[in-house]
């Protein structure tokens, strides 16, 4: 039976960069992967901020499509418009991305299974026991769970579950796309979070909502919506489907285990977006797992390190996240055309949110609107306060 000090299950952003700063540690670390390939399959947009970009340590490379500089907002009768000088987003590749993060973490010495599908988990004396689907079993001191949205592992660990989960799905096709360097985001189409438009290459774009059930119906009935079927040049070609993990539950950490990204609810409740908090996550996780190891000590007790120190930089945001998902899904067509006619009307506001917008730290420009809005608009204003708590 094979040892190791850390076991990450999946090799995934996050459980690659989890396992890259375990091994930088100088963990023994696995990442148990159950594909066979990495980065497949895909269940994500593929829309990342520059912040999220930074924190992948990745050079640019290949796996960039397109960037973008702003973004186009609908509600069902009205839209506003904003676009910055400089790139704030980009549209990447997820499977050669994911690749990229793996390949970083074997270089710094991360074992890499494939095809390692963990089925049972279970705690022994002074370590953890985890069956493979082969029957294999692998002994690890801490177990980090980088598994997604399914997160069965960490269930049977004793990680509690996420707040809600959302559903997503998402075509690819031939499009005739208005500005190659601006998403458009629809407001409206289903109740949970949003439909979006994101330009990929010249002449297509991927086209998806995130919504509380159903989204391939939601899907379907979207992409027959006049303002959508006249742009579309040809028939999908690829469908991307997943969950949207929301809320994390009140610990992330149990005896010799964590938690890390998807699997803990690690998601921006205002984007969907993952990835960021997920590479912020895992960094801690590898680290405190590996020093928990090499202490002798992996209980509860010690491994709430991480949990104290990941709620430190992220948890306030996934609050204020959750606070501003509840209240858009509260407001009704009337409310969401009148905020966005309010912006509309607002010229230094948009100049802000073009200076300050960043889709993986969304209150900070929340806090920078708050001068800006006035007296003009007290609901706005009392809605923005709300939500910044």
Aim: glycine share 10%.
């Amino acid at each position: 039976m094979d040892r190791y000090e850390v076991a990450v299950i999946g090799a995934g952003p996050a459980g690659s960069m989890a396992a890259k700063y375990a091994a930088i540690a100088d963990a023994r670390t696995v990442m148990l992967e159950e594909h066979a390939s990495i980065g497949w399959p895909v269940e994500c947009a593929g829309l990342l901020g520059k912040k999220a970009i930074e924190e992948s340590e990745l050079s640019i490379g290949r796996f960039v499509i397109n960037e973008l500089k702003g973004a186009k907002v609908f509600s069902l009768n009205a839209s506003v418009s904003f676009k910055a000088d400089s790139h704030k987003a980009l549209v990447v590749d997820r499977k050669l991305f994911d690749r990229a993060l793996a390949l970083e973490a074997v270089k710094k010495g991360a074992e890499l299974r494939l095809n390692s599908t963990t089925r049972k988990f279970r705690r022994e004396n002074d370590c953890c026991i985890l069956t493979m689907g082969n029957g294999e079993q692998i002994k690890a001191d801490v177990v980090i769970s980088a598994e997604g949205v399914r997160a069965r592992i960490a269930r049977q660990a004793g990680i509690g579950p996420v707040q809600k989960i959302l559903s997503g799905a998402q075509v690819e096709a031939p499009f005739s796309v208005d500005d190659p360097e601006m998403v458009e985001v629809y407001f409206g189409p289903a109740p949970g979070l949003f439909a979006w438009v994101i330009p990929t290459t010249n002449g297509a774009a991927r086209i998806g909502l995130c919504t509380e059930n159903n989204a391939c119906n939601y899907l379907r009935s979207f992409l027959q919506k006049n303002f959508i079927k006249k742009r579309l040049l040809g028939s999908p070609v690829g469908l991307v489907v997943g969950g949207l993990p929301l809320g994390p539950p009140a610990a992330t950490v149990n005896d010799s285990f964590l938690a890390v990204g998807d699997s803990c609810g690690q998601v921006k409740p205002t984007s969907g977006g993952g990835i960021y908090p997920g590479l912020v996550c895992a960094k801690i996780a590898g680290r405190v797992a590996a020093t928990a190891s090499h202490e002798g000590n992996c209980s509860a007790k010690r491994l709430k390190d991480y949990d104290r120190s990941w709620r430190a930089l992220l948890g306030r945001e996934l609050e204020v996240g959750m606070r501003v998902n509840r209240l858009m899904n509260k407001m009704s067509e009337n409310e969401l055309d009148e905020a966005f006619a309010f912006l509309a009307r607002k010229p230094e506001l948009l100049k802000v949110i073009e200076e300050h917008g960043d889709i993986d730290r969304p209150s900070v420009l929340m806090a920078k609107m708050l001068p800006h809005v006035g007296l003009e608009s007290i609901k706005l204003t009392k809605l923005l306060r709300h939500a910044l708590g």
